[in-house]
């Protein structure tokens, strides 16, 4: 099953900004958007945004999200340490009729 | 406020059958959504197993789709999955969670594989 591919790790600076990148193709990203996930070790995983740049109620304006063409990414602004956590990609493939989802992506805040 | 729960064993043998059920509360399954589940073995990432609708439709992770069973009771507002012929490779935390916006997940269970 093809999964998305995102970077193992990426490490910023507190307070600095952070662009996360999920590539797909057009049967995922490209077709219906991706949706992001945090998870902080040993819990659930927890929706940052979906199809793009839809943001539950409850999550902060700091994370936003968008795509150009295949490729999606999540920014995340004023990093606090608290944002230090892995963060998954995930797309609806249309080809498969299955969910994909990336790697994972380990953000460290120094 | 939408909950999700699993439940099941958490030891199960090789070559047995993984149950496991996922009880909804805050929202009636029958109104709509999908559903399904999402496993994550030690230290690795998310795997998607499969998503159903509420209405019995299903959709299963190619990788698994012959060892895979998902089915929903609406008369308990809950939905199950069961994983046939498990192996080592099995041995996982596994979420239930709305799809398909993964909006809501539940806290995990973690089943072993073993003898």
């Known amino acids: 099953q093809a999964g998305l591919t995102q970077p193992p790790s990426v490490s910023k600076d507190l307070r600095q900004t952070a662009t996360l990148t999920c590539t797909g193709n057009?049967?995922?990203?490209?077709?219906?958007?991706a949706a992001w996930l945090q998870q902080h070790q040993g819990h659930p995983p927890k929706l940052l945004s979906y199809?793009?740049?839809n943001r539950p109620s409850g999550i902060s304006e700091r994370f936003s999200a968008s795509r150009s063409g295949n490729t999606a990414s999540l920014t995340i602004t004023g990093l606090q340490f608290e944002d230090e956590a892995d963060y998954y990609c995930?797309?609806?493939?249309?080809?498969?009729?299955?969910?994909?989802f990336g790697g994972g992506t380990k953000l460290t805040v120094l | 406020q939408v909950q999700l729960q699993e439940s099941g064993p958490g030891l199960v043998k090789p070559s047995e059958t993984l149950s496991l059920t996922c009880a909804v509360s805050?929202?009636?399954?029958?109104?709509?959504?999908?559903w399904g589940w999402i496993r994550q073995p030690p230290g690795k990432g998310l795997e998607w197993v499969g998503t159903?609708?509420?209405?019995?439709?299903?959709y299963y992770n190619p990788s698994l789709k012959s060892r895979v069973t998902m089915s929903v009771d609406t008369s308990k507002n809950q939905f199950s999955l069961k994983l046939s012929s498990v192996t080592a490779a099995d041995t996982a935390v596994y979420y239930c969670?709305?799809?398909?916006?993964?909006?809501?997940w539940g806290q995990g269970t973690l089943v072993t594989v073993s003898s």
């Open positions: 159903m609708s509420h209405s019995g439709s299903t």
């Open positions: 199809r793009n740049n």
């Open positions: 805050g929202y009636s399954i029958s109104s709509g959504y999908y």
């Open positions: 969670a709305r799809h398909a916006e993964l909006d809501y």
């Open positions: 057009s049967n995922n990203v490209g077709n219906q958007g």
């Open positions: 995930s797309a609806w493939d249309s080809s498969l009729s299955a969910r994909v």
